[in-house]
C-alpha cells in the first residue's frame, strides 16, 4: 500500500496515508481498537473497498487501476476467510468447498482431487459429505478456510476468523493456518484475540485512527480487550 487514503461518501475518513508492504510468506496480524480503520484495511486487499486516493498492489497487480471485470481474476489468487463462515446452507461439505472450482470450471477429477486435498489440510476429510448444520462451529471455519486455500491462493485474507469461537476451537483454528503458512501462503489476519497475538510472536500491524501506529516483527496485541 503506498500513500493510501480512504474516505466513506459519508464523510467518515477511515484510512489517513498509510504505507505499508508486506512480503511472500510472511503472517501478520492487523489490530486495533474497534473502527479504526481494520475491516477497511482488510477488505481494500480482495477489491471489497476501493481506497480515494494511493495505489495498492499485489501480486505485481495494481487494484487501484484495475477495471471491475478483473476482480474475479484477482480473487482467485487470494483466499478470504470471514468470521461468520458464509457457508452455503444446502450445499454438503464437499460442495461448498468445491464451489470455488466449479465457477472456474475446473474438471470435475481435478476438483475431486483439489478438495479431498484441502478437507485432509483441514482435517475434515470424514466429513465431506456432511452439511454445515452437522458441524460445530470449529468445523464449520474449517471448511470455510479449506474453500479459501483450494485456489491454492498466494495470499490468504482472514477477518477475525475466530472471533465467533471458544478459545480450544480457536487454537485449532490457528494451527491449521500456521500449517498453510508453512506451505508458502502470505496470511494476513484482523484479529482481536490479545492471546493468540501475544503468544504466537508474529508481525504486528496496529491500525489507530487510520493510521499505521505500529509495525512490529515479533509484536504483542497491545491492547485491553
Known sequence: MKEIWKTYPNGVMAINGINVSIDKGEFVYVVGPSGAGKSTFIKMMYREEKPTRGEIVIDGKSLSSMKERHIPYLRRNIGVV?????????????????????????????????????????????????????????????????????????????????????????????????????????????????EIVNTMRKRVIAVENGRIARDEAKGEYGYER
Open 82 to 194: 470471514f468470521q461468520d463462515f458464509k457457508l452455503l446452507p444446502t450445499l454438503t461439505v464437499f460442495e461448498n468447498v468445491a464451489f470455488a472450482l466449479e465457477v472456474i470450471e475446473e474438471s470435475k477429477s481435478n476438483i475431486r482431487k483439489r478438495v479431498m486435498n484441502v478437507l485432509d489440510i483441514v482435517r475434515l476429510k470424514n466429513k465431506a459429505r456432511f452439511q454445515p448444520h452437522e458441524l460445530s462451529g470449529g468445523e464449520q471455519q474449517r471448511v470455510a478456510i479449506a474453500r479459501a486455500i483450494v485456489n491454492s491462493p498466494s495470499v490468504l485474507i482472514a477477518d477475525e476468523p475466530t472471533g465467533n469461537l471458544d478459545p480450544e476451537t480457536s487454537w485449532g483454528i490457528m494451527q491449521i493456518l500456521e500449517d498453510i503458512n508453512d506451505r508458502g501462503t502470505t496470511i494476513v489476519m484482523a484479529t482481536h484475540n490479545k
